[in-house]
């Protein structure tokens, strides 16, 4: 068993050198009380009150896992390798790997990854009617919402650009991420106060296929007594687009008559769904693959690749035929295709 130090700096180097060890790209640490003030339904304090530290691990997504989507030829890798791979597998085997380490130094932990499906409220902050309800007067309905970008925040790994995504000055938007609660101290990190990353180009704002992120309208929260601020996002445009759909029921769904074929899905029907990540057709095209092009050309990156992300014009499907191509298809071939379509 490794004896990690009681104090709290030499415990911290430990675990940031465990956490690298174990599989994260980056980590950082927060002491609970950066949550002084969140709501009730989002504040893990709820969940384990005498935690006295969070850690936050950032797992980046692969920029090849996104280049066959760039290429418009190879669409499962973000939603298999780069997405779901990550999200459910390679990070909560991480973060439990480095939680029980913890334990096994007699401080309870507990790693948490992306397991929001259970949330009380919805993506407005509203508790789900009929969902659930609290155990005890005074504490807040289960399950609580841990909001992963805003702890990575506050763990120190980067800022939330427009596009609420977390930018981390090494891979931009393009990472997940793990949590590991504890009640082992540990020495945190500051907020991230480095060069800006987030330089308000709009460039997610342009390319989001689903229209989500606004230009103008905007969402202001102080957190941790630090002013934030981004786009009003539309999740559920953004829900529609991730799955192919552009705008309005689209493509993939269930008793939708109205399909409509649209430029950023080359599928004449939905493909399965990879892992419990959906299908994420349009690639994060916005919100994660325009704005690490943006990054790159302003050069804010620290983690540097040879060549640039963005080659080329992104694609567009040309439907203009479509009429023409499925004539002769077999009837329930194409367009919402039931045994595929689990959502
Ligand atoms: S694309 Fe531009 S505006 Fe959008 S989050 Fe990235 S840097 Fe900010
Ligand atoms: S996942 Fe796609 S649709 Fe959603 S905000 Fe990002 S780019 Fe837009």
Same mark, same amino acid.
């Given at each position: 068993?490794?004896?990690?130090?009681?104090?709290?700096?030499?415990?911290?180097?430990?675990?940031?050198?465990?956490?690298?060890?174990?599989?994260?790209?980056?980590?950082?640490?927060?002491?609970?009380?950066?949550?002084?003030?969140?709501?009730?339904?989002?504040?893990?304090?709820?969940?384990?009150?005498?935690?006295?530290?969070?850690?936050?691990?950032?797992?980046r997504v692969l920029r090849g896992s996104l280049r066959g989507i760039e290429e418009g030829t190879f669409f499962s890798n973000y939603s298999g390798m780069g997405y779901g791979g990550i999200t459910?597998i390679f990070?909560?085997?991480?973060?439990?790997?480095?939680?029980?380490?913890?334990?096994?130094?007699?401080?309870?932990?507990?790693?948490? *990854? $992306?397991?929001?499906? =259970?949330?009380? !409220? @919805?993506? %407005? &902050?509203?508790?789900?009617?009929?969902?659930?309800?609290?155990?005890?007067?005074?504490?807040?309905?289960?399950?609580?919402?841990?909001?992963?970008?805003?702890?990575?925040?506050?763990?120190?790994?980067?800022?939330?650009?427009?596009?609420?995504?977390?930018?981390?000055?090494?891979?931009?938007?393009a990472?997940?991420?793990?949590?590991?609660?504890?009640?082992?101290?540990?020495?945190?990190?500051?907020?991230?106060?480095?060069?800006?990353?987030?330089?308000?180009?709009?460039?997610?704002?342009?390319a989001?296929p689903?229209?989500?992120?606004?230009?103008?309208?905007?969402?202001?929260?102080?957190?941790? *007594? $630090?002013?934030?601020? =981004?786009?009003? !996002? @539309?999740? %559920? &445009?953004?829900?529609?687009a991730f799955r192919g759909?552009?705008?309005?029921?689209?493509h993939y769904?269930?008793?939708?008559?109205?399909?409509?074929?649209n430029p950023i899905s080359p599928f004449y029907q939905a493909p399965p769904k990879v892992y419990?990540a959906g299908k994420a057709v349009c690639g994060a095209g916005?919100?994660t693959r325009a704005?690490i092009a943006?990054?790159?050309?302003?050069?804010?990156?620290?983690?540097?690749m040879?060549k640039p992300f963005r080659r080329y014009k992104p694609w567009k499907v040309d439907?203009?035929?479509?009429?023409?191509?499925?004539?002769?298809?077999?009837?329930?071939?194409?367009?919402?295709?039931?045994?595929l379509?689990?959502?």
């Open positions: 068993m490794t004896v990690i130090p009681d104090d709290p700096h030499e415990a911290a180097l430990w675990v940031k050198k465990r956490g690298l060890e174990v599989g994260a790209d980056l980590v950082g640490i927060a002491p609970m009380t950066r949550w002084e003030g969140a709501p009730k339904q989002m504040d893990p304090r709820y969940i384990m009150p005498e935690a006295k530290s969070c850690i936050g691990l950032a797992f459910y990070m909560p085997i991480a973060v439990n790997t480095l939680a029980r380490e913890i334990e096994d130094n007699g401080y309870e932990a507990f790693p948490m *990854g $992306h397991q929001s499906d =259970w949330r009380a !409220i @919805d993506n %407005e &902050g509203n508790l789900r009617k009929g969902f659930s309800k609290p155990v005890a007067p005074g504490k807040p309905a289960p399950d609580i919402m841990v909001h992963l970008r805003i702890a990575g925040y506050l763990c120190g790994l980067g800022e939330i650009g427009w596009s609420k995504m977390l930018i981390t000055p090494e891979f931009g938007p990472v997940r991420i793990g949590l590991i609660f504890t009640e082992m101290e540990l020495e945190p990190d500051p907020i991230y106060e480095g060069p800006k990353l987030c330089n308000r180009c709009m460039a997610c704002v342009r989001c689903g229209h989500s992120i606004s230009a103008t309208k905007s969402i202001k929260v102080k957190v941790c *007594g $630090h002013d934030l601020e =981004w786009g009003e !996002i @539309d999740t %559920e &445009g953004c829900d529609l759909a552009e705008e309005g029921p689209g769904m269930k008793n939708s008559d109205n399909y409509r074929p419990n916005g919100c704005c943006s990054l790159e050309a302003r050069g804010v990156l620290t983690h540097k040879r439907w203009s035929h479509y009429e023409e191509e499925i004539r002769d298809l077999p009837a329930g071939t194409v367009g919402i295709n039931t045994k379509d689990t959502d």
